[in-house]
């Protein structure tokens, strides 16, 4: 079955402790990215990638890293966390413009709820 | 910049009456405008998009150029419809992937 998976669900930690999401999309994707969503604000999004080793920040990329070492995966790092990072975050991914499979529709993952204390 | 500007966080509607969920964006170039809809516990999908120009579970959306508008609508809401909508815009780039800004989304909820 095709789809973007993200680890984990649910997530509270506290301040300062690194965390990482993962991001993992079975469609090799090229495109690939993560959002924010949070009440009153809609979803902004945080970083993408267009690539393997090729990635850019988004509307909010303050406070957060990614990496994309392969094509599935698109990790989300948090070195610091800070209570104003709470939020629910989606992973998203999508064929390349220039590939044969080019599709507008973005692919969502089910979603990560992080709480930091 | 681009933006996307949905006016109403809440729209409460009777089942059966019609239904407008209102998208206004600023883009310089030529924009692409989607509709997402995000149903209650399920991940954000696709709804419609304005190339396709097509109508999904009976809602449609036209782009206005002039208005720069592409409201969403429907011409007789269901209880199956009380989600949230988000509209989004992507500039049309002829390379490759580009930015999704999404609207603040709108809440609708259908009552008998």
């Known amino acids: 079955e095709a789809q973007v998976t993200q680890n984990p669900r649910y997530l509270i930690t506290v301040t300062g402790k690194k965390l990482t999401v993962t991001c993992s999309q079975n469609m090799n994707h090229e495109y690939m990215s993560w959002y924010r969503q949070d009440p009153g604000l809609g979803l902004r999004q945080i970083y993408y990638?267009?690539?393997?080793?090729?990635?850019d920040k988004g509307d909010v990329p303050e406070g957060y890293k990614v990496s994309r070492k392969e094509k599935r995966n698109f990790p989300l790092i948090l070195e610091s966390p800070s209570p104003n990072q709470t939020s629910l975050y989606f992973c998203?991914?999508?064929?390349?413009?220039?590939?044969?499979?080019?599709?507008?529709?973005?692919?969502f993952g089910p979603g990560t709820r992080l709480t930091v204390l | 910049a681009q933006r996307v500007t949905q006016p109403e966080k809440l729209l409460s509607v009777f089942k059966g009456a019609p239904v407008e969920l209102k998208c206004n964006y600023s883009y310089s170039g030529s924009p692409e405008l989607f509709w997402y809809v995000q149903y209650s516990r399920q991940r954000l999908q696709l709804l419609l998009r304005h190339i396709s120009r097509e109508s999904i579970k009976g809602f449609t959306a036209d782009l206005n150029k002039g208005e720069t508008s592409f409201h969403l609508k429907k011409p007789f809401a269901q209880e199956e419809d009380s989600a949230m909508y988000y509209c989004a815009l992507s500039p049309y780039t002829s390379g490759t992937a580009s930015k999704l800004t999404f609207g603040t989304g709108t809440r609708l909820q259908v009552t008998l």
């Open positions: 998203a991914s999508r064929p390349d413009r220039m590939s044969d499979l080019f599709t507008d529709t973005q692919y």
């Open positions: 990638s267009m690539n393997v080793e090729v990635t």
